[in-house]
């Protein structure tokens, strides 16, 4: 397994991503991110989302939530925000350059934090995750969707064959659920209430927590 990716690489690789990145990566991400946001609706209330990238979640949002959205890429954000100018989204209501790993908001701030395709490419993933419970209120949800490791098989073996080339694309195809699950544990914090296969093609998996009415005793 290779080691987490560098946040510096994964700036470099979403500054070139950025211009084409709704052609190329928004069809294919499509049903991940709708069945993301469905998850977060069914939540409500005050949704941060990290990674939030050029914002093509905003669609699947409506009135009854309050997006911030958070992004370490500045040419990311910077086409994220020209969306939200359009008037179309008064759901959304900041766009910030922020490292998910150090989240500037307080304890508790959110209902629900949303990470669509970004924990894989992070260079700590338990930190960020960590963050995500901290800012989240008791009770609230972190959800996420991605492509996770095949662990097994034909699949395995090419994500493991990609996985050194893809992490200078801003991709990487070789994350182990396990270790999603493994946080939630060492967290103390965090329930595991959901995982499972994105329809039609099952090629992303939805993993939700709901973080736990008492403190945890250790991040
Ligand atoms: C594959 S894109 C997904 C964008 C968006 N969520 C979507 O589904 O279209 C991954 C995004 O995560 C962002 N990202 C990577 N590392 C990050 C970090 N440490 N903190 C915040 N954002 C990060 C990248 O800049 C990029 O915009």
Redesign the pocket.
């Known amino acids: 397994m290779l080691r987490d990716p560098d946040?510096d690489v994964?700036e470099k690789a979403?500054a070139r991503w950025a211009p084409v990145y709704d052609v190329l990566?928004g069809p294919v991400?499509l049903n991940g991110?709708r069945a993301a946001a469905q998850a977060a609706r069914a939540v409500g209330g005050r949704i941060l989302e990290?990674?939030?990238?050029?914002g093509?979640?905003f669609d699947d949002y409506d009135q009854t939530t309050e997006i911030t959205g958070?992004?370490?890429?500045e040419p990311?954000i910077a086409r994220a925000r020209i969306r939200a100018a359009s008037g179309r989204y008064p759901h959304v209501k900041g766009l910030t350059v922020?490292?998910?790993?150090d989240l500037k908001f307080g304890d508790a701030s959110f209902d629900c934090v949303v990470g669509?395709?970004?924990i894989t490419?992070?260079?700590n993933p338990e930190r960020v995750l960590s963050e995500c419970a901290r800012v989240v209120k008791p009770g609230g949800q972190i959800i996420l969707v991605n492509h996770l490791y095949s662990e097994k098989g034909f699949a395995a073996a090419v994500e493991r064959l990609l996985a050194q080339k893809a992490r200078g694309l801003g991709l990487r195809p070789e994350f182990p659920f396990q270790r999603l699950a493994a946080w939630a544990e060492r967290h103390g914090g965090a329930e595991l209430i959901e995982r499972r296969k994105v329809k039609p093609f099952g090629v992303y998996t939805l993993v939700r927590f709901r973080r736990a009415l008492a403190q945890p005793q250790a991040a």
Do not use: N
Request: proline content about 0%.
């Open positions: 946040s994964m979403y990566c991400f991110r990290i990674g939030v990238g050029t093509l979640s958070i992004d370490i890429s990311m922020m490292d998910a790993h669509q395709f970004v490419l992070v260079e």
